[in-house]
C-alpha cells in the first residue's frame, strides 16, 4: 500500500514540471529510485519523470533546460520550488533500449508512448514502478490508478527482495554494472537477493569484467558509504565472484586465522571493523589488516605472527585504491592510517612494566613511556589532520574484537596528551622553523639538497626540544653540523 500522503512528500518543483507536460498534453510520471524510497517512507536522493514528450517537445515548452544528452531522449529541466529555489529534474521520453554493447551502452534507443514499455527496460522490479503525476492529487482515483506496477516492485518490496525485471541474465548481460548495483541495493536496504538474479550474476562475470573501474568503485561507494553494514553487500560479492574481479586481495584475507589475538579470521574481522567504522574510515578499516595474508609466519613456539603486516598492506592499498581509480589524496590519507593502525600508546615496553588491570588507575598513562618528542613525531608522521581519524580506526578496530585488551583510556589519555603538547608552541614541519633556506646559504650551506637534508636535521632536533627553535641556536647547531 502505498502512503496516504504521498503527495505531500513530493516537493513541489516536480509537481511544476509535471503541470507543465500536462497543460501541454503529455503524461507525466515519476519513475526509478524515487517511487521506490517514497513508498519505503525515505527521503529520495533525487526525482526522475518520464513522459511522451519527444525531446524537442521538451524544450519547446521549458525555457531553461539541458539537453545535452536528448539524443537519449533525457533533457534536464531547470524549475523553481515556491521559494524560488532552484532544483534540476531529469525528464525522459518513454524509450525502449537494444542491442547493448561493451556490457553498458545501448546500441539503439527507440522512443515510444507506452510507460510499461519504458519500464520493462529497467533494471529491478522495485525500480521499476511510476507514480502517474497527473492523477496523484484527485480525490477520485485509486491505488491502481496512480501506482503502475506490472512487474510486482511492490510484493518485492513487502518481502524484501531485489529481483531482476524479467529475465534476470539478459536484464545483466545487457548492462555489467547491474551486478554490482544489485549487490549494494540489497546491502543498502538489507534485502536479500532473488534466487534467480543471484544466479545470473554468476553468470554474467564476463560481462560485469567489462564494467569501468570508475562506475566500479562508484557503487562500491555508495554501498559502503549508504549501508549500515556493508559487510552484507562485500558477502554478496564474494559469493556472486564480483569482489575477485576488483579486489582479489581480501580473498587472500580467507580463512587466515590469528588465534592469540582475535576470535576471527582476517576476512571476517576486516567486515567486522567495517561494520564498526565511522564514514572518515570505512576504506581504511576494511584494509587495515590486508597485509596480514602475505605476511603470515609461525615461530617456533607455534605462535602465529604478522610481522610489518601494517607497511605492507599500506603498499597493497595504495596498488588498490590506485586501481579503483581513488583521488591521490585519498590514496595517500588511507595508506596512511592503515601504515600507523599498530600504535601503541602506552609504549609496548610500558606495557609491560605494568599490570594490565592497574593502568586506568595509574597517573603514569599520561606519560605513557612516549616522550614529548616521540608524540610530536606521532603527530608529524600521521598528520595533525589524520589523528582524530586514526583514533576512530582505532576504536572500531578494538571494538569488534572481543578478544581485544583495549581500554578507552588509552585513547583518552593520549588525545589529551596530544592536546597538551600542541597548545604549547609546536614544530611539526621545515616551514614551522625559526630559519630558512637562504640563512643557512648564508652561512655556507651549498644550495641544494644540502640544504633540505641540514633543514631536516634540524627539524627533529627541534622535535625533541622545541626550546632550540630560535634563529641563532639553529645557526650554531648548523655550523656544528658542518665541523
Known amino acids: 500500500m502505498i502512503p496516504k500522503d504521498l503527495s505531500k512528500k513530493i516537493p513541489q518543483y516536480v509537481f511544476n514540471v509535471s503541470d507543465i507536460l500536462k497543460d501541454n498534453g503529455f503524461k507525466s510520471y515519476l519513475v526509478g529510485g524515487a517511487v521506490r524510497d517514497l513508498i519505503l517512507n525515505k527521503a529520495p536522493k533525487d526525482y526522475d519523470i518520464a513522459t511522451n514528450a519527444l525531446p524537442e517537445q521538451m524544450e ?23 521559494s524560488y529555489e532552484r532544483f534540476d529534474v531529469e525528464v525522459t521520453t518513454f524509450r525502449k533500449e537494444e542491442n547493448y554493447y561493451n556490457g553498458r551502452w545501448p546500441a539503439s534507443v527507440e522512443f515510444t508512448s507506452d510507460i510499461i514499455d519504458d519500464l520493462s527496460r529497467r533494471d529491478f522490479t522495485i525500480n521499476a514502478m511510476a507514480i502517474d503525476l497527473t492523477k496523484i492529487g484527485e480525490i477520485s482515483t485509486i491505488q491502481e490508478e496512480i501506482l503502475i506496477d506490472p512487474f510486482d516492485g511492490m510484493a518485492d518490496l513487502d518481502k524484501r527482495i531485489v529481483r ?52 566500479i568503485r562508484d557503487e562500491f561507494n555508495k554501498m559502503l558509504f549508504h549501508s549500515a553494514k556493508p559487510s552484507r553487500g562485500i558477502n554478496l560479492m564474494l559469493k556472486s565472484g564480483l569482489l575477485e574481479l576488483f579486489i582479489p586481495e581480501l580473498i587472500e584475507c580467507i580463512g587466515i586465522f590469528q588465534p592469540e589475538y ?18 572518515t574510515v570505512k576504506l581504511a578499516a576494511l584494509f587495515h589488516d590486508i597485509g596480514k595474508a602475505r605476511t603470515k609466519s609461525v615461530g617456533e613456539d607455534g605462535r602465529v605472527h604478522f610481522y610489518g603486516h601494517d607497511q605492507v598492506g599500506a603498499d597493497m592499498v595504495k596498488e588498490i585504491l590506485t586501481r579503483m581509480k581513488y583521488s591521490n589524496q585519498e590514496i595517500k590519507r588511507i595508506t596512511n592510517l592503515i601504515k600507523h593502525h599498530m600504535f601503541y600508546y602506552p609504549s609496548a615496553q610500558w606495557r609491560k612494566d605494568k599490570q ?29 589532520e589524520n589523528v582524530d581519524d586514526l583514533f576512530r580506526l582505532r576504536i572500531a578496530d578494538a571494538t569488534s574484537n572481543s578478544k581485544s585488551l583495549f581500554n578507552n583510556i588509552e ?66 647547531l648548523t655550523r656544528n653540523l658542518r665541523k
Open 60 to 82: 519547446a515548452i521549458f525555457p531553461r533546460c539541458i539537453t545535452t544528452n536528448a539524443r537519449f531522449g533525457t533533457v534536464l529541466v531547470v524549475m523553481e520550488d515556491e
Open 164 to 215: 531482476a525485471v524479467r529475465d534476470p541474465l539478459e536484464r545483466f548481460t545487457e548492462d555489467g554494472l547491474r551486478a554490482y548495483k544489485a549487490c549494494r541495493m540489497a546491502s543498502e536496504l538489507q534485502f536479500t537477493l532473488d534466487v534467480q538474479t543471484f544466479e545470473a550474476i554468476k553468470q554474467s562475470l564476463n560481462v560485469a569484467k567489462m564494467i569501468s573501474m570508475e562506475r
Open 262 to 279: 582475535h576470535e576471527d579470521d582476517v576476512y571476517t574481522h576486516s567486515l567486522k571493523v567495517l561494520d564498526k567504522a565511522e564514514d
Open 356 to 384: 594490565i588491570s592497574e593502568i586506568e588507575k595509574d597517573e603514569e598513562i599520561n606519560i605513557g613511556g612516549w616522550s614529548d618528542g616521540a608524540v610530536r613525531r606521532f603527530i608529524r608522521s600521521v598528520g595533525e
Open 411 to 476: 585513547i583518552e589519555a593520549l588525545q589529551k596528551r596530544i592536546a597538551s603538547i600542541k597548545a604549547k608552541d609546536m614544530v611539526l614541519k621545515i616551514t614551522d622553523l625559526d630559519i630558512d633556506g637562504f640563512d643557512l646559504i648564508e652561512i655556507g650551506v651549498k644550495p641544494g639538497p644540502e640544504v633540505g637534508k641540514t633543514l631536516e636535521i634540524l627539524l627533529q632536533r627541534v622535535i625533541d626540544d622545541p626550546k632550540l627553535n630560535k634563529k641563532e641556536i639553529l645557526l650554531d
